[in-house]
């Protein structure tokens, strides 16, 4: 179900969901992610500020056409397309522990890629649960680091 009211919403506004090639397109994100996300994205703030981090879940991808989503080589069942995904910025090793510790703790831990610059999550159940990394040069590293997170769940 689309969010129907985006006044819930205390991190995010919908314009940050929105495909590159639609405009108001991020009105079709799902209600029940949104809200997770925005949970996520209040926990990493609180965690962020114990050590000295300011964490803002800085949107790259949300909500995608069907042609914007084949522009970028996005995979043709993508949960981006039914506004059940976001990409998250990462900018360094710190606030990408306390991204993912965030999210697993509000159940959003169900499927997440791990990037070099990014974080992708969504909440798609018609998928199977998994974890991932996108190729990287420190992907074993990464990998080291979901395997820890998930026997983690109580770390924030």
Request: aromatic letters at 8%; charged letters at 25%; hydrophobic letters at 35%.
């Amino acid at each position: 179900m689309k969010v129907q009211d985006w006044g819930q919403v205390k991190y995010f506004d919908a314009f940050e969901f929105d495909s590159p090639d639609l405009p108001g397109s991020g009105r079709e994100m799902d209600q029940e992610f949104i809200l997770l996300l925005d949970q996520a994205r209040e926990l990493a703030g609180e965690q962020g500020q114990l050590e000295g981090m300011k964490i803002v879940f800085s949107i790259t991808s949300g909500y995608r056409t069907e042609s914007h989503n084949k522009k970028i080589g996005g995979v043709s069942d993508s949960a981006h397309l039914t506004g059940n995904a976001a990409d998250i910025r990462v900018r360094n090793g710190k606030e990408r522990r306390i991204i993912l510790n965030s999210l697993i703790k509000v159940g959003l831990d169900k499927r997440i890629g791990i990037g070099q610059t990014f974080i992708h999550v969504d909440n798609d159940f018609n998928k199977p649960f998994s974890y991932w990394t996108y190729p990287v040069k420190s992907s074993n590293v990464v990998a080291n680091l979901i395997k820890g997170l998930i026997n983690k769940k109580e770390d924030i």
